[in-house]
């Protein structure tokens, strides 16, 4: 099941524990579910912690969290992370079914480091997420800490370039659209080619030129090739 392009921030009727009692202010979180089951389930399961509070949609700006919950990580994911990563209040925790290398870079370079699988995701579990996420503290799978090692051992061994990147700054897809950029192609030409839409092609190329720091495609095309990224 893909993530629907619009999100639901889900409601709660719990209330804050008053700063009198003595006992630390719950933190507040604003979850992010791609279709209303999922949303539903993390619900009851937060809402019985006294540690968590859920916010209402229109106070969802000012969450200490932000609690991304999907099947997998596609480009409308990866936009959510992106736009949420520009709000400084909050920090972002993923409860998501499926992540494999390339989603693990993506949801890395989108500012995650908290990640819960859904499998896995009892209610315990959830809670020390969205406490480690509010604390600034990375949660990863054994296995998902295992290829990232892995991934990061890649980039120390790479030769690095003036700007501190490596071959790995790109995926797999992102070097075969700038390829296609390279050879004259324009946006439709690469959506008909890759059979991506138009829409994800552009995204692709624009996290590339924004993430890289340069003016438009034909620098950022320039620049891989004088780096042997493509």
Known sequence: MSAPTSYESATTGLGHWASRTGRPERVTVALYAADPVLRVGVVQQLRQRPEV????????????????VVDNVDDDVAELLNRLRLNSSTRVGLVVSTLGSEALQRV???GVAAVLRRGEADQDRLAHL???TANGEGV???DLLGKLLSHVGALQRSPLDPRGLSLATLTTREADMLRLVSEGMDTAEIA???????????NVLHEIITRLQL????????????????
């Open 53 to 68: 509070d859920l916010l209402a949609e229109d106070a969802a700006a000012d969450a200490q969290v932000s609690l991304v």
């Open 140 to 142: 990863l799978p054994g």
């Open 192 to 202: 008909r080619k890759t059979a991506y839409s138009e829409r994800t092609v552009k």
């Open 108 to 110: 890395i370079e989108c």
């Open 215 to 230: 003016r438009n495609r034909a620098h950022a095309v320039g620049y891989a090739l004088r780096n042997g990224l493509i």
């Open 130 to 132: 969205v406490l480690a």
